[in-house]
């Protein structure tokens, strides 16, 4: 199926992907503050995670790149946050510094009450096996394991088991039940992209990074995916921070954080395509940066 962008973010009764967790009683309503909260007082709210003051500088002298110039952002929990700006703007940047897979030169990245600038490096892998779900664009599933034993590795790494009935309701959710004994060269992009959703919300985390999720697949494929994490935010109360570049993509989230020169501009509720389009484009005229 396919939930048209704009729509989908916020008619809240949009048709479930197949399988709905519905089915299984996991309904969540959303109530989750806004991202606003976390500017007028960090450290408040109910936040999956946050981001305070945030600073990351690559490079010295001729070649210093500010990537992030004091970035302070919470990421509402039950919420599906994209992220845009211009090229270079630096949401790469803010995601692998939230997600704890770089670390920052000032200020604090909390996911939950965890302030991962005081982690030691075992503790930090601990905490993202634990708590953090990731969506890249290259899939980065591994080959010889069949999507099954992809979707449960995480949690196989971590020693713990699976909960059936869960993992039952996202492999259906995803639409891979016929297709958990295939290795990944013989599933589509799209397919393997639902594996790699799948193994994502398989252990529940607190938070899912999805770095341009649909970069890689045709924009059927990517309508699905996009449709499906929409879901899991909608009926399981999943948190999902989305980097992209696409403004439909974009649509799909209940709020677009826009970001340029390495500091949040502005942000919209609600957004539609078109909305997020012209806003992009105004980045690009002078002294129409925020609106
Ligand atoms: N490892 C690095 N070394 C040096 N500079 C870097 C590094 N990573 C990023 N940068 C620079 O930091 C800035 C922000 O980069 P980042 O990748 O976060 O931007 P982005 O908004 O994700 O860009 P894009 O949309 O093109 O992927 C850019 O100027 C980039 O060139």
């Not at 199926?1 to 996991?26: C, H, K, L, N, Y």
């Not at 959703?197 to 045709?218: H, M, V």
């Given at each position: 199926m396919e939930i048209a962008p704009g729509d989908a973010s916020r008619s809240r009764s949009s048709?479930?992907?197949?399988?709905?967790?519905?089915?299984?009683?996991?309904?969540?309503?959303?109530?989750?503050?806004?991202?606003?909260?976390?500017?007028?007082?960090?450290?408040?709210?109910?936040?999956?995670?946050?981001?305070?003051?945030?600073?990351?500088?690559?490079g010295h002298g001729d070649a210093k790149v500010i990537a992030l110039d004091g970035v302070t952002v919470g990421i509402p929990r039950g919420r599906f946050?994209?992220?845009?700006?211009?090229?270079?703007?630096?949401?790469?940047?803010?995601?692998?510094?939230?997600?704890?897979?770089?670390?920052?030169?000032?200020?604090?990245?909390?996911?939950?009450d965890t302030d991962l600038t005081r982690l030691?490096?075992?503790?930090?892998?601990?905490?993202?096996?634990?708590?953090?779900?990731?969506?890249?664009?290259?899939?980065?599933?591994?080959?010889?394991?069949?999507?099954?034993?992809?979707?449960?590795?995480?949690?196989?790494?971590?020693?713990?088991?699976?909960?059936?009935?869960?993992?039952?309701?996202?492999?259906?959710?995803?639409?891979?039940?016929?297709?958990?004994?295939?290795?990944?060269?013989?599933?589509?992009?799209?397919?393997?992209?639902?594996?790699?959703?799948?193994?994502?919300?398989?252990s529940r985390p607190e938070i899912i990074f999805a770095d341009e999720p649909t970069g890689n697949l045709d924009s059927r494929s990517g309508a699905e995916i996009l449709g499906f994490l929409r879901e899991s935010v909608r009926q399981m109360g999943q948190t999902i921070v989305m980097v992209t570049h696409d403004p439909s993509a974009a649509a799909y989230s209940d709020e677009v954080l826009f970001l340029t020169d390495g500091q949040i501009v502005d942000r919209m509720q609600g957004p539609t395509a078109e909305r997020v389009l012209e806003r992009m484009k105004g980045f690009d005229r002078p002294g129409v940066a925020a609106s």
């Amino acid at each position: 199926m396919e939930i048209a962008p704009g729509d989908a973010s916020r008619s809240r009764s949009s048709t479930p992907i197949s399988g709905s967790f519905s089915d299984r009683g996991v309904h969540v309503t959303n109530t989750a503050p806004s991202t606003a909260d976390a500017h007028s007082a960090p450290g408040a709210g109910d936040f999956a995670a946050r981001a305070h003051q945030i600073a990351k500088v690559y490079g010295h002298g001729d070649a210093k790149v500010i990537a992030l110039d004091g970035v302070t952002v919470g990421i509402p929990r039950g919420r599906f946050t994209a992220i845009m700006g211009p090229s270079g703007s630096g949401k790469s940047t803010l995601m692998h510094c939230m997600a704890g897979l770089d670390s920052v030169d000032s200020g604090q990245v909390f996911i939950g009450d965890t302030d991962l600038t005081r982690l030691r490096d075992k503790q930090l892998t601990r905490l993202r096996r634990d708590k953090i779900g990731f969506i890249f664009q290259a899939f980065n599933l591994v080959p010889t394991l069949t999507a099954l034993e992809n979707i449960t590795l995480p949690m196989d790494i971590a020693g713990r088991k699976p909960d059936k009935q869960w993992l039952d309701a996202v492999i259906d959710t995803v639409g891979l039940r016929q297709r958990l004994k295939h290795r990944p060269s013989e599933l589509s992009g799209g397919q393997q992209q639902r594996v790699a959703c799948a193994r994502a919300l398989a252990s529940r985390p607190e938070i899912i990074f999805a770095d341009e999720p649909t970069g890689n697949l045709d924009s059927r494929s990517g309508a699905e995916i996009l449709g499906f994490l929409r879901e899991s935010v909608r009926q399981m109360g999943q948190t999902i921070v989305m980097v992209t570049h696409d403004p439909s993509a974009a649509a799909y989230s209940d709020e677009v954080l826009f970001l340029t020169d390495g500091q949040i501009v502005d942000r919209m509720q609600g957004p539609t395509a078109e909305r997020v389009l012209e806003r992009m484009k105004g980045f690009d005229r002078p002294g129409v940066a925020a609106s």
